[in-house]
C-alpha cells in the first residue's frame, strides 16, 4: 500500500530527529534496511542497535515540531524537503561518507544536479579578495557553472553576489532557512530563493550555531566538482572546507597572494600541500572539463540559437584552441587582417564561444 507524501516525510523527519543515534547510524540502518520494510520493523522493534526507549521515540516523535516543520513547507511552492532516497536529491552530495538524511531547500531544487564549483574564504575578507570573488564567480556562472558558498560576511557574500549577475547561486546555511544568519543578508537570500537554492540540513525553526557551521562545510564541498579558497587565514573554517573537499576526492584550488598578507597564509599553506593554484578561471576550467562525465559538460553548454556557421567569420573559431591561445597565432593562423580578428573575438566573447584570458582566448565551444 502506497504511503502518503506527508505520512512519508513525518517518517523521515522522525528519524532524523531520532536522538542518541548518529548520522552515521541512521545512514546504516537505511542502507541496510529497505524504505518499504523499515517502518515495519521499527514496529516490532527489531532495527538493529536500537533500543526499545530509541524505537518508541522513532515511532511516537514530537508532533508538534514535525507539523512545524510541516507548514512551513507547505508555506511557499519554493520549500522542499528532500529525502536522501528522493531523485531530487543530487547525487554528487549521495555519495559522501556522511551525507544528510533531509536536504531543506527554498528555491529550484534542480540547480543541485547542474556542475557546480565551491568559492569560500574570509569572513574578514579583504577589498581585493571580494572584488576578486565576485569576478571569479561571475566569470565562472557565465560559462555554465553553479556558485556554491556558505552565506557569509566577506568572500562567501561576494561570490553569490557576483554569481546572481549573471545567473544562479547555492547558499548553504548553517541554520534552518526559516532565518537568515548573518542578518545583515537577508536581502540576499532573498535574491537567491528567486534565482537559485538556499539549502540547510536543519529544520526551519533551528537558529545558527558554532558547532552547525562545520557540518555545513562538508554540504558546500560534496555539492561541488572543486572548492576555491580565495582568502584564508591558518585558523579560517574555510580549510576545513579544503580538507573535506580533498577527503571527498574534489579539486581544492587555492588563489596565491603576498607571503605578508595574513588572509593568503591558509592559501599558500593549502599550495604546499597539494591544492592546485589558480591566478585565473581558466585554470580552474581546464583542470576540471576533463573530468566531467558527458551529461555534466552538456549541462554546462548553455542553448544557443546560434551555430558556428552563423559566425561572420566561422573560420576563426577554429584558430582558437582549448587552451590559451595568443591572439598573434590567431592571427597566423585565420590570416585575417589584425583589426578583423580582435573585432571577431570580441564579439565571440559576448556570445560565449571564447573568453579572454591570460596570453589570449581560449575556445569555449564548438567543434
Known sequence: MAVAKSDLLTRWLALDALSGVG???????????????????????????????????????DQAAIQRTLSWLNSNPQHHIIPLTDSRYPPSLRNIADPPLLLFV??????????????????????AGRQLAQQWARTLTELGWTIVSGLAEGIDGAAHQGALEQGQTVSVEGCGLGSVYPARHRALAQSITQNGARVSEFWPGVGARRSHFPRRNRIVSGLSQGVIVVEAGLRSGSLITARLAAEQGREVFAVPGSVLDPNRIGCHQLIQQGAKLASDPVDIIEE??????????????????????????????????????????????????????????????????VAAVPGGYVRLRGK
Open 288 to 353: 576540471l572539463l576533463l573530468q566531467l562525465s558527458t551529461d555534466a559538460l552538456n549541462a554546462l553548454i548553455r542553448p544557443t540559437t546560434m551555430d558556428v556557421e552563423s559566425l561572420p567569420v566561422p573560420a576563426l573559431l577554429d584558430s582558437v584552441d582549448y587552451d590559451a591561445t595568443p591572439v598573434d597565432d590567431v592571427v597566423a593562423r585565420s590570416q585575417l587582417p589584425v583589426d578583423v580578428v580582435l573585432e571577431q573575438l570580441t564579439e565571440m566573447e559576448l556570445d560565449g564561444w
Open 23 to 61: 548520522l552515521v547510524r541512521k545512514l546504516a540502518l537505511v542502507e541496510a534496511i529497505p524504505w518499504s520494510q523499515f517502518w515495519e520493523r521499527a514496529k516490532r522493534g527489531r532495527l538493529p542497535g536500537l533500543s526499545e526507549a530509541q524505537h518508541r521515540a522513532l515511532l511516537e516523535p
Open 106 to 127: 527554498a528555491g529550484d531544487p534542480d540547480l543541485l544536479h547542474r556542475p557546480a564549483l565551491a568559492m569560500v574564504g574570509s569572513r574578514n575578507a579583504s577589498l
